[in-house]
């Protein structure tokens, strides 16, 4: 599955995006991705951010407390699920979401 959206506008803005498989059982959905993968890029395919498990994340502080700010659910310790943070000033930007092995 490849979901997307493409973001415009002017100056830099932090980009939360979620790739919830795993945590999503906890809310009785059933049939979700196991293993999620998220990339977000620029149109001209250059990744601005990549992530394979969120926990895994450089800046996996900055995403939990982001996500909280926003009012998103959290994500479960250990589960499979992807998040990428970054800050850009460039755009448009996109994201994608793969479905892993």
Do not use: C
Request: proline share 4%.
């Amino acid at each position: 599955m490849i979901a997307g959206f493409v973001v415009n506008g002017v100056g830099s803005k932090p980009i939360l995006v979620r790739a919830v498989g795993p945590t999503l059982d906890g809310f009785g959905i059933q049939g979700t991705i196991s293993d999620p993968e998220l990339n977000v890029a620029i149109l001209n395919g250059a990744d601005i951010g990549l992530n394979d498990n969120w926990e895994d994340a450089a800046n996996v502080v900055d995403e939990t407390a982001t996500a909280s700010r926003v009012g998103a659910f959290a994500l479960d310790v250990g589960a499979k699920d992807s998040a990428v943070l970054v800050k850009y000033d460039r755009w448009p930007v996109h994201s994608s979401n793969e479905r892993r092995k």
